[in-house]
């Protein structure tokens, strides 16, 4: 299993994105996975914000392009798990509401 560099915000901003690039090779006798993202949201223990993990599919991800709402972990309180089934090309994390805490989004491909 691979991961991305772990995404982190304290505070009312947009994170800068992480840059989803396809593993280059998959191991030997496994089918290249496409996709296949698992997202892992660690709200620190007493936080006070709300956040949204979002997506894109920009050629060159940017704070200014097109983001939408993950379709699960959006406006979320707590820790939470999902996954990325489709493609995309950045994700990022938005804190929409903030007075304390921290909040990181680890994201893990598969193999």
């Known amino acids: ?31 290249r996975p496409a996709y296949l993202l698992g997202l892992v949201c660690t709200v620190s223990p007493g ?14 991800p940017s704070s200014g392009g097109n983001w939408n709402n993950h379709d699960t972990l959006n406006g979320l309180t707590s820790s939470a798990n999902g996954n990325i089934a489709y493609p995309v090309t950045g994700i990022r994390l938005n804190v929409t509401a903030y007075t304390s805490g921290t909040v990181n989004v680890g994201i893990a491909y598969w193999p």
């Open 1 to 31: 299993m691979g991961a991305f560099p772990i995404i982190s915000s304290t505070g009312t901003v947009a994170a800068s994105p992480s840059l989803v690039v396809s593993p280059s090779q998959p191991a030997p006798g496994q089918p």
């Open 47 to 60: 936080a006070n914000l709300t956040y949204s993990v979002q997506v894109t599919a920009d050629q060159a």
